[in-house]
């Protein structure tokens, strides 16, 4: 899946993984099942994997995914998020990571998705962005606060950050962690 959709500008940070999603990956389950939603170039993937959690990657990008495939500790799956069944009704996953990608509606699936005690980390763009650069489309940017009022009634926040930010790139994010508190999964 193209990041951001029609609206992405490349990014330099390509084949870097967020210091903000490794860091709280730790949270994750050792071993467990991690989803990396959208996960383009499969930068997550390839870090997760390489820590010994099974990824499985989803984008519509068969090319990006084709580079995935043969990595140990992933399996990718070809979906296009935005237009298609949510391919994970029926799967729990330890962990949920999203990076530079938002569809609002696949949020509330996401909640859906995650264990008891699953972990969330979303990073994206939010309005502001717009003077650096790509996305400027209002679709493809959080409101302020927005991710704390979608997670906050549903899932335990350990972590919000919002504003800009210099690293990697100027750009104006909202990031939160977050774990289900669900009892039953």
């Not at 799956?77 to 530079?100: C, K, Q």
């Not at 940017?141 to 009634?153: A, D, I, T, Y």
């Not at 690293?167 to 962690?177: H, I, K, L, N």
């Amino acid at each position: 899946m193209t990041k951001l959709n029609s609206d992405t500008a490349p990014l330099q940070h390509e084949g870097i993984p967020s210091p903000w999603i490794c860091h709280y990956a730790q949270l994750i389950r050792k071993g467990g099942q991690v989803l990396d939603l959208a996960c383009g170039s499969g930068r997550h993937t390839r870090w997760l994997a390489a820590n010994h959690w099974q990824v499985n990657a989803v984008d519509r990008d068969e090319q990006a995914l084709a580079r995935l495939q043969q990595l140990p500790n992933v399996s990718t799956m070809i979906a296009d998020l935005e237009n298609d069944t949510w391919p994970y009704s029926d799967h729990r996953f330890d962990g949920i990571v999203v990076s530079r990608y938002l569809h609002r509606p696949l949020l509330p699936k996401l909640i859906e998705s995650l264990r008891a005690g699953g972990v969330l980390i979303y990073e994206t763009f939010m309005d502001g962005n717009e003077r650096f650069g790509r996305p400027k489309n209002p679709d493809f940017l959080l409101r302020s606060n927005e991710l704390l009022e979608v997670f906050f009634p549903h899932l335990t926040v350990i972590a919000y950050q919002q504003g800009e930010f210099q690293e990697p790139d100027p750009a104006v994010m909202q990031r939160v962690c977050a774990v289900s508190k669900r009892l039953n999964n």
